[in-house]
């Protein structure tokens, strides 16, 4: 029983549901299991998985081990001996565990020996900020926590420390504090490799004077030693795969001869990042100042020669506007960078253009300066025109940070997902995947909505409600391409802590390649804003058929320790 104190003149009682298995869960269990003994033997168990969930890979070895661990969990059954098997209770046990009974795979199980340009790579903005982008700390912290949740991609903005004889990495012309570039280096190598073992890319906004980009290469070598990636000729006609770059940190920066016209030490004539587009729509960013003959610029002392022999991805855009800048070279493959509202203005006049030029080169997309408050943008679009590093702002929360999360969830959450094949490969007329055409629906999902449970072991009763239980709903959408966009809500079941809905939704998906399923929960309020009760965000490529327990997260992206659904997922 629960307790709440009402007007401070009574005890309100409300009664805690017990978690009763939803009729599918007892179905199932019959179905499969021996009528007579009323239990589930391993090789039952084992045909469930194969049939029931579509687990196709499962073994017979699998089935018996899970088994024994909800034995172990539920009874403390430890002997090898004794034939097992599982009675209903702990069929819904296993059912509803987050770890033997996941929605999607912790697995690598992509090929991973394509070129970097046929993966989306979990990406960072401005890694080293704690807060906002105008006057927050700078850090390493931020770094090593992008890094351990799987980010692949840091990006440091270089500029003279106050003495002009050392490096600081902060956001330039700005309040925000530095943080030494040594410190952020010797940061990435100790954690590059904790979350996943494929390639780490730093990106390099590079406001340095000759001088100190030499200092920045004998930094960079002599932290990473034989860790660096040093390609073999100065452009790569195409980029190396993850498998190739296992444990390897790769640097993309423009090339040092574009920065030799600025005499100012602060660099004050180099562009920033977050400076307004040009009309055609590509930014002078970081990296992008036109390239132009090597006649045009003075030698380079040696130095900066090692500083330029480091960059494996070479970024920067010819001269011209976009159309130049999407053109695909033979000879070289290399990193574009353009704003979010850049990759707008592209996508409406260009859209196959980009998706051309992501089949070989990489594309970087970025906020747009106006989000000082570290703020991200919607990613569908960047993904389904090719872009491989979406950069994000890691610091913050909110929907398009959940969906970031989502992606890269895929593939074992190893930050490479395989881009579909269609944005891959040209017809034998030359063209390629059209964004804008219109598409038949190509698969089918169905998401049953049984139950929640958890809520009350994770919050405070009074979390939700003041005087009594919460009246929870959950929102079931699709984020993708615009046509499969949509959200749809169970009913509302009130002053419940273990709230049971039974509600099947139907979703048609014409590019389910880059569906994301997002699961959030609410408490409703009647006289004030829901309550906010979990949520997560599932790539739909990744998740298996049937029964699943599907744990929620908070608004910043951590698990809850008890809170989960138990969801089934059907595709036609």
Same mark, same amino acid.
């Given at each position: ?46 045909? %469930? ?5 579509? !687990? ?35 069929? $819904? ?67 003279? @420390?106050?003495?002009?004889? !050392? ?38 906004? !590079? *406001? ?6 030499? &200092? ?29 770059? &296992? ?21 004050? @004539? ?52 976009? +159309? ?25 006049? *260009? ?47 909110? &929907? ?10 895929? @593939? ?16 034998? *007329? ?27 072991? !994770? ?28 959200? +749809? ?32 929960? $609410? ?8 309550? %906010? ?14 029964? *699943? ?6 608004? +910043? ?16």
């Amino acid at each position: 029983m629960g307790n709440y104190r009402v007007c401070l003149c009574f005890i309100r009682r409300f009664k805690m549901s017990t978690d009763e298995p939803p009729s599918d869960v007892k179905e199932a269990f019959l179905k499969y299991a021996s009528a007579a003994a009323a239990n589930m033997t391993v090789e039952q168990f084992h045909s %469930f998985l194969v049939e029931f969930q579509g !687990d196709q890979t499962a073994s017979m070895a699998d089935a018996q081990r899970i088994v024994e661990q909800v034995l172990q969990r539920r009874h403390h059954v430890i002997s090898k001996l004794t034939k097992h098997s599982l009675n209903l209770d702990d069929f $819904y046990y296993y059912l509803f565990s987050m770890d033997l009974n996941p929605p999607v795979s912790d697995q690598v199980h992509q090929d991973m020996r394509a070129p970097l340009s046929h993966y989306y790579i979990y990406t960072s903005h401005n890694t080293y900020l704690t807060g906002n982008q105008l006057s927050s700390d700078s850090s390493d912290v931020p770094i090593i926590n992008a890094l351990k949740s799987g980010v692949r991609v840091v990006e440091l903005d270089l500029w003279p @420390n106050s003495e002009e004889d !050392d490096i600081d990495v902060l956001h330039g012309r700005t309040l925000t504090t530095p943080v030494e570039f040594v410190r952020c280096l010797k940061s990435i190598k100790e954690n590059a490799f904790i979350a996943s073992p494929y390639p780490v890319i730093i990106t390099l906004e !590079d *406001h340095l004077t000759p001088d100190l980009q030499a &200092k920045a290469a004998e930094n960079i070598k002599e932290t990473f030693g034989d860790m660096l990636f040093f390609p073999e000729a100065e452009y790569l006609q195409e980029f190396p795969s993850p498998e190739e770059l &296992k444990y390897r940190i790769i640097i993309s920066t423009k090339p040092p001869k574009e920065y030799l016209r600025s005499k100012n030490v602060k660099g004050e @004539n180099s562009s920033s990042e977050d400076e307004t587009d040009d009309e055609d729509g590509v930014d002078t960013s970081e990296s992008e100042s036109s390239e132009s003959d090597d006649s045009d610029y003075e030698s380079y002392a040696t130095g900066v020669s090692e500083y330029k022999r480091l960059i494996a991805i070479h970024a920067g855009k010819p001269k011209g506007g976009l +159309k130049e800048a999407l053109k695909v070279g033979a000879d070289k493959a290399r990193r574009l960078s353009l704003s979010e509202k850049a990759l707008k203005k592209a996508t409406k006049s *260009h859209g196959m253009d980009v998706i051309r030029f992501t089949q070989k080169n990489m594309l970087r997309i970025y906020p747009k300066g106006t989000r000082v408050n570290s703020s991200n943008y919607n990613p569908m679009s960047a993904w389904l025109h090719g872009a491989q590093m979406v950069a994000f702002n890691m610091q913050g929360y909110g &929907k398009s940070l959940s969906l970031m999360y989502g992606m890269f969830r895929s @593939n074992g959450g190893c930050g490479y997902v395989k881009k579909p094949d269609f944005l891959l490969t040209v017809d034998p *007329h030359g063209k390629v995947f059209d964004p804008n055409a219109k598409l038949p629906v190509k698969k089918t999902l169905k998401v049953k909505v049984y139950m929640g449970v958890g809520w009350n072991l !994770d919050f405070e009763s009074t979390h939700f409600h003041l005087y009594s239980p919460p009246d929870f709903y959950a929102r079931i959408g699709i984020a993708g391409a615009p046509d499969d966009a949509i959200i +749809k809500r169970t009913e509302i079941k009130e002053e419940t802590w273990s709230p049971v809905w039974n509600e099947e939704f139907t979703y048609p998906l014409t590019i389910p390649e880059l569906a994301l399923l997002r699961i959030e929960v $609410y408490s409703y309020n009647i006289s004030d804003k829901d309550v %906010f009760g979990g949520q997560n965000c599932l790539p739909v490529p990744e998740v298996k058929a049937g029964i *699943h327990a599907v744990p929620l997260f908070d608004r +910043k992206g951590s698990k809850y320790s008890s809170v989960k659904l138990l969801l089934r997922f059907e595709f036609s």
